[in-house]
C-alpha cells in the first residue's frame, strides 16, 4: 500500500506498507443430493453431498425446518415436492458464501400391515394394531373375526396419507379372544398407483392376511 502526503508548501513524502491490507480467500458452496430409495415404507430419505471448496464448518438449512451442521447430511422430509435447501460455508477466516437449491423430493409411498398385537402392552405400537403408511391416496382396511362377522374398520389418513386410526383388539368395547383376525386392504397412492398387497414367500402379493392377537 502507498501513501503520498503533501505539505501546504507543495512538498510531499511518500510511506509503503507492505502486507498492510491482508486479503482473506473466500469459500465456495455447493452440495448435490440423492432422493434415497428405502424400503421402510416411512420414506422421504435425502442424501446431501457436501461440494464445498475451501470450508471448514457448515449450516444447513433442509427447507423443511430442520437444520444441521454436518459435512453430509441425510434428512428425512415427511413430504414429498419442492424444498429450498440452503447451506452456508466457512472458513477458518469466517469467511462465508451461501447457496440455495430445490430439492425435489420424490414421490414416496409404501404400506405395512403387522401380523401381531399384544393388547395392554406399555408400548402403545405393541398394544394397538396400527399399519404403517404414507403417501395413501385413498385406504380402507377391514377385520373379520373366524366367522366372517366385520369387528373393525378404518379409512382415516392424514394429511401426508398415513393411516391415524388404530385397533386396540376390541369389539363392541369388549376384548376379543386371543386369536388370528383377517385383515383385508384396498389402497391406492397419490402417484395413482395402486397398492398390490403384503408380500409373502415365493414373491406373492395378496391384499389379505392375519393378525394375531395376543394375550
Request: glycine letters at 12%; charged letters at 15%.
Amino acid at each position: 500500500m502507498q501513501l503520498i502526503a503533501y505539505g501546504a508548501g507543495g512538498c510531499g513524502d511518500t510511506l509503503f506498507l507492505s502486507n498492510a491490507v491482508v486479503v482473506f480467500p473466500s469459500p465456495i458452496a455447493g452440495f448435490d443430493y440423492v432422493n434415497v430409495q428405502n424400503p421402510d415404507p416411512l420414506s422421504g430419505t435425502v442424501e446431501f453431498t457436501n461440494t464445498s471448496i475451501g470450508a471448514t464448518n457448515f449450516v444447513w438449512n433442509f427447507g423443511n425446518g430442520n437444520s444441521s451442521t454436518e459435512v453430509n447430511p441425510i434428512e428425512r422430509y415427511n413430504a414429498y415436492g419442492d424444498f429450498l435447501a440452503s447451506l452456508i460455508a466457512i472458513n477458518q477466516f469466517g469467511c462465508t458464501d451461501t447457496i440455495e437449491q430445490l430439492v425435489s423430493v420424490d414421490f414416496f409411498n409404501g404400506l405395512f400391515v403387522p401380523n401381531a398385537m399384544y393388547p395392554g402392552h406399555p408400548n402403545a405400537g405393541v398394544a394397538n394394531f396400527l399399519p404403517k403408511g404414507v403417501g395413501l391416496a385413498t385406504y380402507e382396511i377391514l377385520i373379520y373375526d373366524d366367522w366372517g362377522n366385520l369387528i373393525w374398520q378404518s379409512t382415516a389418513l392424514d394429511a401426508n396419507g398415513r393411516p391415524t386410526e388404530a385397533w386396540d383388539g376390541t369389539f363392541n368395547g369388549e376384548p376379543v379372544q386371543q386369536d388370528a383376525y383377517v385383515w383385508k386392504v384396498t389402497a391406492t397412492f397419490m402417484d395413482a398407483k395402486i397398492w398390490r398387497g403384503k408380500e409373502y414367500p415365493g414373491g406373492k402379493f395378496k391384499k389379505s392376511g392375519t393378525v394375531t392377537v395376543i394375550r
